[in-house]
Each structure stands twice: as C-alpha cells, then as structure tokens.
C-alpha cells in the first residue's frame, strides 16, 4: 500500500489533516494510508517503509526544518515538500491530498 506521511512537532497536531485527507481519498477511490508522524522519527520511518512511501509533507510548524529533511528523502528518491498553510489551518483535506498527489507526478 503507497503512504503518504505527514510530519509534525509530536505527530499530533495534524491528525484532523489526516482524517479529513482519509475521507477525501476514499471519496476517490484512492487506496493510500496517510498518517502522521513525529518530525523526529522520519529518519526512522524512511529506513522502514521507503519503498512503499510516495510523498512525506511538513507541518508548516516545521517548515524550516525542509532543507534538513530533503536531504533524507532525497536518499530515496521520496518528494517532501511544506504543507500550504492555510489549507493545513483550514483542515482542507483535499487541497493537502492533492498538494500531496502532485508532487508525486
């Protein structure tokens, strides 16, 4: 299954993304698990799934912590990029889904 992950200060505060992102792919018929993480624990996330992750998106709390971490996606060939802030503080799932989705085009 292809996963995409988000990552933020604890891996909390962007469950609500996740869920409305979940509902959204169901919608499309889109078979992906998305889930959050600890900015932290990408490293470690990489190392383990790497073949199966398509994208890895940043909480804009964590925005400057991109450079860092492209250098650990870019190892797997992984695209990252910054969650868009106002769809992250609006919980728009779609918008963050296709942010998500194009990078992987």
Do not use: W
């Not at 299954?1 to 909390?12: D, E, F, N, P, W």
């Amino acid at each position: 299954m292809k996963r995409i992950v988000l990552c933020c200060s604890a891996g909390m505060s962007t469950s609500l993304v996740v869920t409305k992102m979940e509902k959204n792919a169901a919608e499309r018929g889109l078979d992906l698990k998305i889930y959050a993480i600890a900015e932290q624990a990408l490293r470690d996330e990489l190392d383990n799934h790497s073949g199966e992750i398509i994208a890895v998106l940043l909480g804009p709390q964590v925005r400057f912590k991109l450079a860092e971490n492209k250098k650990l996606t870019d190892q797997y060939a992984i695209p990252i990029d910054v969650i868009d802030p106002v769809a992250y503080g609006t919980l728009n799932g779609a918008k963050v889904l296709d942010q998500a989705l194009n990078l992987v085009r």
